[in-house]
């Protein structure tokens, strides 16, 4: 025990004399290190990114789509072109995955209205008449009085849910609930406010094709009765009439592992049922999490590799060195061996001197990545707010990490071991020494 720990206060003493080259020596191993850190957290981060955007979207949800297609489409289904645009998802649709899905929750929405309008304060609408299903499906929670309830739907009373950002534009001041909101001119009693739901940018938001912040939900009953399946948008110069009966419909599967085969099914049933025509489309959040982890992995082969590059240049430059230092100390080691010291004690003392440097090095590189990892997660969204320079990086950008132990672990036993094996050549060249040569030199 003395003699290992004698040897390992001379090998730090050797390293401490030459302290600007034993750091440049572990600098490969210091930036592999946190290469692979850095690598992994980004892998991580995007990972749980997508698990939180399924979260909020409805990891079981399938949701199909309305869309105006083509006018060419439209010719070659053979449907005349008018002054009414038909097309989209209808009733009998949703009977029909009904019948086919007996065990999920089959969820309908439709658009209506072209205004929202409160006192002089007009925006474009984005109400939809839904049933209650909608709020399980979506996961929205509501943050003051309550949801859409089936009496509402029986009694196509109008009644409204509304948005955070639509309680915010339109009741800065009050209380929304039980004050009147209007959709062009039919006024509707807010009877809840939703939660914020935080889909106003990236993947989520193109799945969900909106900010649903800015939603408006009615009875679809009293969207029905009241707006009918014909609307109009009005735009600068032009008119659209079209007739949609249904905007969107969310199908749950009741399990996740049924996700991916029922939106298959779903795809079949759409296409038997709109021949020739793509009027309907279809988003799987499932999705999300599947591009994630394609992510991840590209993640991890590209800087997996730079950092396997980083830490062989480590390792090659702490062989060097260590060559380097076994020339210049060659008498050292001939008057240590004619002392009594015996090859193994002088293999001992350089290898001490290699884990030092590949250990000190690693755990300076799991500092290093670990901040770096945080300042990514912390410091790009504040890249848009610096001042001169903001306005070149979008308002949402961001770079998620997700710091694992396993990650720190492996990448420091790594850097260890590769200093340890590139460190074993010069050590028993060292030790290798014949003692009167060495006495001789210099």
């Given at each position: 025990m003395f003699?290992?720990?004698?040897?390992?206060r001379l090998g730090l003493t050797n390293l401490r004399l030459h302290l600007l080259r034993t750091v440049l020596t572990a600098l490969g191993i210091i930036l592999g290190v946190a290469a692979v850190i850095i690598m992994v957290s980004l892998g991580e981060g995007s990972k749980r990114a997508a698990l939180l955007q399924i979260d909020r979207l409805g990891a079981r949800n399938v949701i199909l789509r309305s869309q105006k297609p083509p006018d060419e489409q439209r010719q070659k289904a053979g449907q005349q072109q008018g002054w009414i645009n038909k097309y989209g998802l209808t009733r009998d649709d949703v009977e029909v995955m009904r019948e086919n899905f007996p065990?999920?929750?089959?969820?309908?929405?439709?658009e209506v209205g072209n205004q929202m309008v409160r006192g002089s304060i007009r925006k474009s609408s984005q109400a939809f008449g839904t049933t209650p299903e909608l709020r399980t499906a979506a996961n929205l929670t509501v943050a003051r009085g309550r949801y859409l309830v089936q009496q509402d739907v029986d009694e196509t009373s109008?009644?409204?849910?509304?948005?955070a950002d639509v309680a915010r534009q339109y009741f800065k001041l009050e209380d929304p609930i039980g004050e009147t909101l209007r959709i062009d001119d039919r006024a509707f009693v807010v009877v809840g406010v939703l939660a914020p739901i935080g889909l106003a940018g990236g993947a989520g938001a193109s799945l969900v094709g909106r900010d649903?912040?800015?939603?408006?939900?009615?009875?679809?009953?009293?969207?029905d009765r009241i707006f009918g399946d014909i609307t109009m948008k009005w735009g600068s110069g032009s008119r659209q009439i079209s007739n949609v009966q249904l905007s969107e419909v969310y199908v749950v599967s009741p399990d996740r592992d049924r996700v991916m085969a029922d939106s298959k099914r779903l795809a079949r049933i759409v296409d038997t049922r709109h021949p020739k025509i793509h009027d309907v489309g279809m988003k799987v959040p499932y999705e999300l999490l599947e591009n994630a982890e394609r992510m991840a992995l590209t993640y991890k082969l590209v800087f997996g590799a730079v950092a396997g590059i980083a830490l062989i240049v480590g390792g090659i430059g702490i062989m060097n060195i260590m060559l380097a230092t076994v020339t210049e100390r060659t008498r050292e080691i001939g008057i240590r061996r004619a002392l009594g010291a015996t090859q193994r004690h002088?293999?001992?003392?350089?290898?001490?001197e290699t884990s030092v440097i590949s250990s000190v090095g690693g755990i300076i590189g799991v500092v290093l990545g670990i901040g770096g990892s945080l300042f990514l997660d912390w410091g790009?969204?504040?890249?848009?707010?610096?001042?001169?320079v903001g306005e070149f990086?979008?308002?949402?950008?961001?770079?998620?990490?997700?710091?694992?132990?396993?990650?720190?672990?492996?990448?420091?036993?790594?850097?260890?071991?590769?200093?340890?094996?590139?460190?074993?050549?010069?050590?028993?060249?060292?030790?290798?020494?014949?003692?009167?040569?060495?006495?001789?030199?210099?």
């Amino acid at each position: 025990m003395f003699f290992l720990l004698e040897t390992t206060r001379l090998g730090l003493t050797n390293l401490r004399l030459h302290l600007l080259r034993t750091v440049l020596t572990a600098l490969g191993i210091i930036l592999g290190v946190a290469a692979v850190i850095i690598m992994v957290s980004l892998g991580e981060g995007s990972k749980r990114a997508a698990l939180l955007q399924i979260d909020r979207l409805g990891a079981r949800n399938v949701i199909l789509r309305s869309q105006k297609p083509p006018d060419e489409q439209r010719q070659k289904a053979g449907q005349q072109q008018g002054w009414i645009n038909k097309y989209g998802l209808t009733r009998d649709d949703v009977e029909v995955m009904r019948e086919n899905f007996p065990d999920a929750v089959i969820v309908p929405l439709k658009e209506v209205g072209n205004q929202m309008v409160r006192g002089s304060i007009r925006k474009s609408s984005q109400a939809f008449g839904t049933t209650p299903e909608l709020r399980t499906a979506a996961n929205l929670t509501v943050a003051r009085g309550r949801y859409l309830v089936q009496q509402d739907v029986d009694e196509t009373s109008n009644v409204a849910v509304i948005g955070a950002d639509v309680a915010r534009q339109y009741f800065k001041l009050e209380d929304p609930i039980g004050e009147t909101l209007r959709i062009d001119d039919r006024a509707f009693v807010v009877v809840g406010v939703l939660a914020p739901i935080g889909l106003a940018g990236g993947a989520g938001a193109s799945l969900v094709g909106r900010d649903m912040d800015l939603d408006m939900h009615i009875p679809i009953t009293s969207a029905d009765r009241i707006f009918g399946d014909i609307t109009m948008k009005w735009g600068s110069g032009s008119r659209q009439i079209s007739n949609v009966q249904l905007s969107e419909v969310y199908v749950v599967s009741p399990d996740r592992d049924r996700v991916m085969a029922d939106s298959k099914r779903l795809a079949r049933i759409v296409d038997t049922r709109h021949p020739k025509i793509h009027d309907v489309g279809m988003k799987v959040p499932y999705e999300l999490l599947e591009n994630a982890e394609r992510m991840a992995l590209t993640y991890k082969l590209v800087f997996g590799a730079v950092a396997g590059i980083a830490l062989i240049v480590g390792g090659i430059g702490i062989m060097n060195i260590m060559l380097a230092t076994v020339t210049e100390r060659t008498r050292e080691i001939g008057i240590r061996r004619a002392l009594g010291a015996t090859q193994r004690h002088v293999l001992l003392q350089f290898l001490v001197e290699t884990s030092v440097i590949s250990s000190v090095g690693g755990i300076i590189g799991v500092v290093l990545g670990i901040g770096g990892s945080l300042f990514l997660d912390w410091g790009v969204p504040m890249l848009p707010k610096l001042p001169y320079v903001g306005e070149f990086f979008p308002a949402d950008a961001a770079l998620p990490t997700s710091l694992t132990v396993s990650s720190i672990v492996i990448a420091f036993g790594v850097a260890f071991v590769t200093g340890l094996v590139f460190g074993i050549y010069p050590a028993r060249r060292a030790a290798a020494q014949d003692p009167i040569v060495a006495l001789r030199h210099g």
